[in-house]
């Protein structure tokens, strides 16, 4: 199966944080997102990697209500957004806050982002996916990745670039993960040998430094490394 990755800056995360918390009750707001498929040179594997390139913030009018834990809309700016996707193949990402701060999808998610994931393989002929994300108050971030068949799948990492990186996957339950790259979390526990075990690595260069970057590297627990 084709991994499926979505990557944020940091700053990024930061202004949907701020446009999507608003008061006590859900609000949402859209991503587009360009996208591209690889293949992984360690596992044969296809990634489709989508990645965040501009906020498009939803207006107060384009919602009928809005509550603790849900919220109806218009399809209108889901509808633009795919307008404006659909020449370069780009996604579109839908995102919503949980002001009560739970990083899962409820049920009532389950029947919305049917809905709306829907218009968009209606209207567009690419089969390829689009995201649905949820944030908490604190920032934290899951989502999934929904396809033509509109079965919902987990994003297999989410990665938050910044002046610290952060990782999420399905492996790591989101309630209790500290953040990847925590100093304490590079020198003691499982969840670094976690975190370094996802990564791609390529060191550039092979002389005496590069050698024994790569050879440090695969004794802490970096298990595709590649030199260049």
């Avoid at 002046?163 to 209790?176: I, L």
């Avoid at 990564?199 to 790569?214: D, E, F, H, P």
Wanted: net charge positive; with cysteine.
């Amino acid at each position: 199966m084709t991994r499926v990755t979505f990557t944020i800056l940091e700053e990024q995360r930061a202004l949907l944080q701020r446009s999507i918390f608003r008061d006590e009750s859900e609000y949402a707001a859209l991503l587009l997102c360009g996208r591209s498929r690889s293949r992984d040179p360690w596992t044969g594997g296809e990634e489709e990697r989508i990645v965040a390139r501009e906020i498009i913030e939803v207006p107060e009018s384009a919602f009928i209500e809005r509550s603790a834990v849900g919220f109806t809309w218009l399809t209108a700016p889901f509808y633009q957004a795919l307008k404006r996707a659909e020449p370069q193949n780009f996604a579109v990402a839908v995102i919503h806050s949980h002001p009560a701060g739970y990083l899962r999808f409820s049920s009532a998610d389950d029947i919305a982002e049917k809905e709306t994931f829907e218009i968009a393989f209606n209207r567009l002929e690419s089969d390829r996916p689009h995201l649905s994300l949820i944030m908490t108050p604190d920032g934290r971030l899951a989502g999934r990745a929904y396809g033509p068949n509109l079965k919902p799948r987990p994003i297999d990492m989410i990665r938050v670039l910044g002046s610290r990186w952060r990782f999420t996957y399905p492996e790591v339950n989101p309630e209790t993960a500290r953040p990847a790259f925590d100093r304490q979390v590079r020198a003691f526990g499982q969840q670094s040998t976690l975190d370094l075990s996802r990564l791609r690595i390529g060191v550039v260069g092979c002389g005496g430094t590069g050698s024994a970057v790569a050879a440090l590297l695969a004794r802490i627990g970096v298990r595709h490394c590649g030199t260049f």
